[in-house]
Each structure stands twice: as structure tokens, then as C-alpha cells.
């Protein structure tokens, strides 16, 4: 189990799934929902798994979430803000140029 070893750091709240999640000033959004317990951040594009983080340094791609409304966003290297709408993502995603 993961749990946080220190609480400096101003509050921020967030959402992820439209929940309230509370984080500390200085997370990435990866760091604050694994810290409330929360490890499925999307689905596998081949076989809709839930994945979740595994490297936290932005290189395995795992942590991929929509973040105020832009998809494949690294939730292991995106810092949490005041009123982030974080949601999870499903399969693939297409990227428009
Ligand atoms: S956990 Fe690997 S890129 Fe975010």
C-alpha cells in the first residue's frame, strides 16, 4: 500500500471522475490519486485492462488520463491545480492535427 509520508504543501482539490479528490500543492495528478488510493487512471487499447502508473517518470505512457477536457495527457507529469477536471480514459484516443 502507498500512503503519503509528508502533508507540507498548501491543499488543492481536484476531480477525478468528477469526485472531490484533495492533494497537496506540488503533486503531479498521478502522485495525488495514487496517494487516496485510486490506481486505475484508463483502459488498455488492446484489451481494455485497467492500467494505471508504473514508472512515474513519464516513459511507460500508463498513466494517460483526459485533463480538462484534452486526452492523453501523463498524469505522472502533469502538476494538479485548483479545479482540474481529471477523467479517466477508455481505449484509444484519436489526435486530431
Ligand atoms: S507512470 Fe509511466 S508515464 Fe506516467
Not at 491543499?11 to 495514487?34: K, Y
Not at 512515474?56 to 498524469?75: I, K, S
Amino acid at each position: 500500500m502507498v500512503r503519503r509520508i509528508e502533508t507540507i504543501g498548501n491543499e488543492v482539490i481536484f476531480s477525478f471522475e468528477g469526485q472531490p479528490v484533495t492533494a497537496r500543492a506540488g503533486d503531479s495528478v498521478a502522485a495525488a490519486l495514487t496517494a487516496v488510493g485510486i490506481s486505475h487512471l484508463r483502459d488498455s487499447v488492446v484489451s481494455g485492462a485497467a492500467r494505471g502508473v508504473y514508472c512515474m517518470m513519464g516513459a511507460c505512457f500508463d498513466c494517460l488520463v483526459e485533463v480538462n477536457g484534452v486526452p492523453n495527457r501523463q498524469a505522472c507529469m502533469t502538476e494538479v491545480r485548483h479545479g482540474l477536471d481529471v477523467r479517466r480514459q477508455s481505449g484509444g484516443v484519436e489526435v486530431r492535427s
